[in-house]
């Protein structure tokens, strides 16, 4: 768990493009939409091709119709990238100091574009950054055979 390297996957971003990153990431939570929350979350996503596409959160009155900035994010670069992509590594920031890994939705969104070696960097609770690749953020997770 370090905002320093990444030392888990087999291929490692630099530490200059993880804090490239993170600042796409803190850039997007300053567009959230989280006026019932006052949680400002924003989601930058680096895809296999080396692109990089964020999101934030979106929040509803309905509470329920809420999206994350890590779905946002994918969902953007999907519709900008199309379905094939797969992503290699995503930050996620918060403008609220505080721990936020993904949710379980996100872990299950994150997953359908993710390879094996796919890092996921989030503040956690000590005020550092957490990386964990995907198979250690969501272990047992379910598969549709296509
Ligand atoms: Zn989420």
Do not use: W
């Not at 596409?53 to 779905?71: H, I, P």
């Not at 890994?101 to 609770?125: H, K, M, N, W």
């Amino acid at each position: 768990m370090s905002s320093n390297s990444d030392p888990a996957s087999p291929n490692p971003l630099t530490p200059q493009q993880i804090a490239d990153l993170q600042q796409r990431a803190i850039a997007a939570a300053h567009n959230a939409y989280a006026p019932y929350s006052h949680f400002r979350v924003g989601a930058a996503v680096l895809l296999s091709d080396s692109t990089i596409v964020t999101g934030c959160n979106v929040e509803n009155a309905s509470y329920r119709l809420t999206t994350c900035a890590e779905q946002t994010a994918i969902a953007a670069a999907v519709s900008q990238h199309g379905p094939n992509i797969r992503i290699r590594a995503i930050a996620v920031a918060n403008l609220n100091a505080t721990a936020s890994p993904p949710c379980g939705a996100c872990r299950q969104t994150i997953l359908e574009f993710s390879t094996p070696d796919t890092v996921i960097y989030y503040p956690v609770a000590d005020g550092t950054i957490a990386s964990t690749l995907m198979a250690d953020l969501l272990p047992a997770a379910f598969l549709l055979s296509k």
